[in-house]
């Protein structure tokens, strides 16, 4: 089994599908004091599909079993229903999932799960109408990802992960209105720890509302049952006592779970990242007019090379110049 230089394999693959977004959250995407400033990449610039199954064989080999679909926004990319389908026909792929700020979901949900889509994940930040357009910068309607939430629902996309970062003064008094709202079957809310992804959200420590401190407000009212925090996840899981739903906490900046992360990320235009949190990426496009046998052996030494724990080093690293998350896929 391939290893990184601290033992942890290589399990898990995000595939950022295209590096443009719809919404501008405050945490990912902030909009300037000029408007905004985001140039994105020109269509001949991405990866075709073809390059990202092409890709994606060659990382199975290597040990991947779970593919994320992200972006950006990955239903802002054409005929992304062909590509879920000729993903899931990769033999060895156990999961297949994807990202979504469910805007453009409500028209898709059955069509992703007739490609061979096997769960979504919709980040959803606040059910407050007006809150929810400050968080997203745009004027755009709460009900329409409702909808989409709704409709991944009928197309039984399941379990239906909702994705929640919680800031101090914008979103955490919403803790148990959210939780309340989605507390059903098949459907896992997962709080998120802000965190210092990227150069442009201005983090910093005082905005983070602490996974502890959610979990003591949620049980005021809800009491939950531990699961625990599996190896090469990422969100410690708790389910209702009742039985009905599931609340997650992902813990990056208090609890950090570096030594057991077995992610690597491609962006839209074919850059492997080892960390969330990396400063620059391996350009693999350039591979791609040489043999799967060299991309391989290419992939697998930056993989037993790799040595990047982040969020365990926060407090005593000055690394800047981090890639922005939009860029991949979070």
Not at 167 to 190: C, T
Request: with cysteine; hydrophobic share 35%; glycine share 6%.
């Amino acid at each position: 089994m391939l290893k990184d230089h601290l033992e942890r394999p290589l399990s898990s693959l995000r595939i950022s599908v295209i590096d443009a977004c719809n919404f501008r959250c405050t945490y990912c995407m902030p909009v300037d004091k000029y408007g905004e400033n985001y140039k994105f990449l020109p269509k001949n610039k991405l990866l075709t599909f073809s390059e990202i199954i092409r890709l994606i064989k060659v990382f199975v080999k290597l040990g991947v079993k779970k593919i994320k679909i992200t972006g950006g926004e990955p239903l802002l990319r054409a005929n992304i229903c062909d590509f879920i389908s000729s993903l899931s026909k990769i033999p060895g792929i156990e999961d297949i999932s994807l990202t979504t700020n469910g805007y453009l979901l409500a028209d898709k949900a059955q069509l992703l799960k007739e490609a061979g889509l096997h769960r979504v994940t919709i980040s959803l930040d606040s059910l407050q109408p007006h809150n929810f357009q400050k968080i997203i910068g745009r004027k755009y309607s709460l009900e329409k990802v409702l909808q989409g939430i709704s409709a991944a629902e009928q197309a039984q996309l399941f379990p239906i992960k909702i994705n929640v970062v919680l800031i101090k003064n914008y979103n955490d008094k919403e803790i148990l209105d959210i939780v309340k709202y989605f507390k059903k079957q098949h459907y896992a809310i997962r709080f998120i720890e802000y965190m210092d992804v990227g150069n442009v959200n201005g983090w910093q420590m005082q905005q983070v509302v602490t996974s502890k401190e959610i979990l003591q407000k949620i049980e005021e009212e809800y009491p939950l049952v531990a699961h625990g925090l599996e190896y090469g996840e990422v969100a410690d899981r708790y389910f209702h006592k009742d039985g009905i739903g599931e609340v997650n906490f992902i813990s990056s900046v208090t609890k950090p779970f570096c030594s057991s992360c077995v992610r690597a990320r491609v962006s839209a235009e074919g850059k492997l990242y080892t960390c969330l949190f990396a400063t620059e990426g391996h350009d693999l496009k350039c591979l791609l007019n040489e043999s799967d046998d060299e991309v391989h052996k290419y992939l697998s030494n930056i993989w037993k090379n790799r040595s990047d724990r982040y969020s365990e080093e926060r407090s005593s690293t000055t690394k800047k110049n981090k890639v922005e998350m939009y860029h991949i896929g979070g």
